[in-house]
Nanobody, 119 residues
């Protein structure tokens, strides 16, 4: 069992910045992948950014150049630095942890943190 807890959401004006954090605890194995997804009202959950244990990153086209994902492997923590925020970035942001040890493992999700971009 793995627990995933996010923090750092809130209300920010367009053009502003926020930093999200996510820590996984419990039965953590390496290698693993952690990442961020988001879900806006009435829309499906979508990938924002992921990072594996070796630091390889993947971004959605809509956030590339504005968001930066990073991780601290010693603390099983992943961060999402969000700059130049737009109203369309408003969503609940979810963190995911998943083992990459063959043959892979189930995904574990956090409870989500609300990000609202509005003036």
């Amino acid at each position: 069992q793995v627990d995933v807890v996010e923090s750092g959401g809130g209300l920010v004006q367009p053009g502003g910045s926020l930093r999200l954090s996510c820590t996984a605890s419990g039965n953590i194995v390496s290698p693993n992948a952690m990442g961020w997804y988001r879900q806006a009202p009435g829309k499906q959950r979508e990938l924002v950014a992921t990072i594996n244990g070796g630091g390889r990153k993947n971004y959605a086209d809509s956030v590339r150049g504005r968001f930066t994902v990073s991780r601290d492997n010693t603390k099983n923590t992943v961060f999402l630095q969000m700059n130049s925020l737009k109203p369309e970035d408003t969503a609940v942001y979810y963190c995911k942890y998943q083992s990459a040890v063959f043959p892979g493992g189930p995904p574990y999700w956090g409870q989500g943190t609300q990000v609202t971009v509005s003036s």
